[in-house]
C-alpha cells in the first residue's frame, strides 16, 4: 500500500526468536549504555535475549510491503520516503552495524535503541527476522489514507521467470454505487486502479493480515490478466442504481406532465 500521510504507530511487537536484520538505513543510533554516537550504515543485526519493536515512523508517500508467510525472511518493506524504527533490548545485546561489533551483558532496564531509513525506492527500508503476531492499526487517531493497494507478489518460476502470485485468503469486495457484491476465493487475483481512500481495519491473525479500506477507484477487475473480469460499472449500472436520480427523474417527469396540462389548459381558455 502507499500511504499518503505516512504512518506513525507504536506496536510493541516482540521477536521470537531476539534477533533483527535491517537495511536500506542511514545510520543506527544504539543504546547509551555502549555507544553514544550514531553510526552511519546501510545494514545492521541487532541481536538480544528480547527485542521488542517499539514504533515505526514512515514518511508521506511511503510504500508499505508487508508479507505474513511463514517463510518470508523480510515481513515489512517501505520505499519512496524515510523513516525511522526503534526498538527496546533486553540483554545481553549485541549490534554489528558499520564494521563494528557492540555488545553488552544483561541489565536491569530495557535498552532503547533506534534506525533511521534510508527509504528510497533504489534502497527501501526491510526489516527481517522471527516475529509474534499482533501488529494492528486500530489504535490510530485517524485512518491511514492510501492511494495504492495490492494483495499479492512477484515469484520467481522455472518458465515464465517472474510472475505475480495472489496472497489473497478469502475476502469480499463491495461496489457500494451499483449494490453489487463480489465474493473473494483464495488465491483470488484483485486488480484496482486508481484508487483512492481508507484502510478502516488491519490486524495481524493467524491466517495472514485482515484488511478493511474503502474508497474510489478507476478500474477494479478480478482475475489474471488477459482473464481478468472487469467490475467496473459501465454508466447506465451506475445511473441505474443512483436513487436521487430516480427521483430527480420522476420530479422532472412529473413537472413536464403539470407544465403539459397547464398549457392545454391555457390552449382551451385562449380558444
Not at 547509551?32 to 541487532?46: D, F, H, K, L
Request: hydrophobic share 45%; proline share 4%; glycine share 10%.
Amino acid at each position: 500500500m502507499v500511504l499518503d500521510d505516512g504512518l506513525q504507530i507504536e506496536p510493541d511487537l516482540e521477536f521470537d526468536p531476539g534477533e533483527v536484520r535491517l537495511s536500506g538505513l542511514r545510520s543506527v543510533q544504539p543504546p547509551a549504555e555502549i555507544g553514544t554516537e550514531r553510526i552511519e550504515a546501510t545494514s545492521a543485526t541487532i541481536r538480544a535475549k528480547r527485542i521488542t519493536l517499539s514504533a515505526i515512523h514512515l514518511g508521506a508517500g511511503a510504500e508499505l510491503t508487508l508479507d505474513a508467510a511463514s517463510h518470508a525472511s523480510t515481513w515489512l518493506s517501505a520505499a519512496g520516503a524515510r523513516g525511522s524504527l526503534e526498538f527496546e533490548a533486553d540483554g545481553p545485546l549485541s549490534i554489528a552495524v558499520g564494521g563494528q561489533s557492540l555488545s553488552t551483558d544483561a541489565t536491569s532496564n530495557p535498552l532503547a535503541l533506534s534506525a533511521q531509513a534510508e527509504g528510497s525506492m533504489a534502497k527501501p527500508l526491510s526489516v527481517s527476522g522471527g516475529l509474534s503476531h499482533g501488529l494492528s492499526f486500530e489504535d490510530l487517531p485517524t485512518a491511514p489514507a492510501i492511494s495504492l493497494i495490492r494483495f499479492g507478489q512477484r515469484a520467481a518460476t522455472t518458465t515464465f521467470g517472474a510472475t505475480f502470485v495472489s496472497t489473497v485468503v478469502s475476502g469480499e469486495v463491495q461496489l457500494v454505487d451499483i449494490e453489487r457484491e463480489v465474493k473473494l476465493d483464495r488465491g483470488a487475483w484483485v486488480m484496482i486502479d486508481g484508487f483512492h481512500g481508507h484502510i478502516f481495519e488491519f490486524e495481524q491473525n493467524e491466517s495472514g493480515y485482515s484488511v478493511g479500506f474503502s474508497g474510489a477507484a478507476r478500474h477494479v477487475a478480478i482475475g489474471p490478466a488477459g482473464f481478468a473480469e472487469d467490475l467496473t460499472p459501465t454508466c447506465l449500472d451506475y445511473f441505474y442504481h443512483q436513487e436521487w436520480l430516480k427521483l430527480t427523474w420522476a420530479a422532472a417527469l412529473a413537472g413536464f406532465a403539470i407544465l403539459a396540462k397547464v398549457q392545454s389548459w391555457l390552449a382551451g381558455k385562449l380558444d
